[in-house]
């Protein structure tokens, strides 16, 4: 299903144009209140987001029904790279292992992450992951610059998995204070839900305590419910 329209014309000579300049995009400097239009990128094309994984999580979440029926199951994977070039870190998320129950069809159609403010975030997904089948079509960045949200043009169905997306940043540490929303639409009523995950990992001028480490972040709290989409 189809969230939205779009028609866009390309002229011949803007087709090579393009194709002379690159096959894929590196990632663009998402500033506080703006949004970008994401094409994907490798490390091949942006060598910086080649590096260590410092921190990875994989996050179990469930929407259910006013009654407790589950809807929808699904994991989120929650990482932190060290760049090898910049030493500065990258946060990475991807939406994998979807599974509608029963009768359910629930898609997804955008995510956001939050803890980015007073940071530069560049924005892209990563195209070179095998395991992904679509990547978001928009970056938006909320104007106090804190939350990213990534915007898919084709809801995020079961069992697709999203290409993961990435936020270099000129952060150094971070911490598990980090919150992600999944936006999600009943594709046969239209009803549009959430889905909140706490404790992912996010920018810190701090660093991590070693309680985090001894006790990871914990179960995520899971919650289903119905509200009006937000872009900003």
Do not use: C
Request: glycine share 10%.
């Amino acid at each position: 299903m189809l969230k939205r329209l779009s028609i866009h014309f390309l002229t011949l000579a803007s087709i090579i144009g393009l194709g002379l300049w690159f096959t894929t995009a590196s990632a663009a400097i998402l500033s506080p209140g703006s949004n970008i239009t994401l094409n994907g990128t490798t490390l091949a094309t942006d060598p910086n987001l080649a590096g260590t994984v410092v921190h990875e999580n994989l996050i179990g979440f469930t929407l259910t029904d006013p009654s407790g029926a589950t809807l929808l199951t699904g994991n989120y994977l929650d990482r932190v790279i060290r760049s090898n070039n910049t030493d500065r870190l990258i946060f990475s998320g991807r939406i994998q292992d979807l599974a509608n129950v029963g009768s359910s069809s629930i898609g997804v159609l955008d995510w956001s992450v939050s803890g980015f403010g007073g940071y530069q975030t560049d924005v892209e997904y990563r195209t070179d992951d095998l395991l992904g089948d679509i990547g978001p079509e928009t970056a938006l960045r909320s104007s106090d610059g804190d939350n990213v949200i990534f915007d898919f043009f084709i809801e995020l169905e079961p069992p697709e998995t999203s290409l993961p997306s990435s936020i270099a940043t000129d952060a150094t540490l971070f911490d598990l204070t980090g919150t992600a929303f999944l936006s999600l639409e009943n594709l046969i009523s239209g009803e549009e839900l959430e889905i909140e995950l706490d404790g992912l990992a996010a920018p810190s001028a701090v660093p991590l305590p070693a309680a985090f480490w001894m006790f990871g972040s914990g179960l995520i709290g899971l919650i289903g419910f119905q509200r009006q989409r937000r872009k900003s």
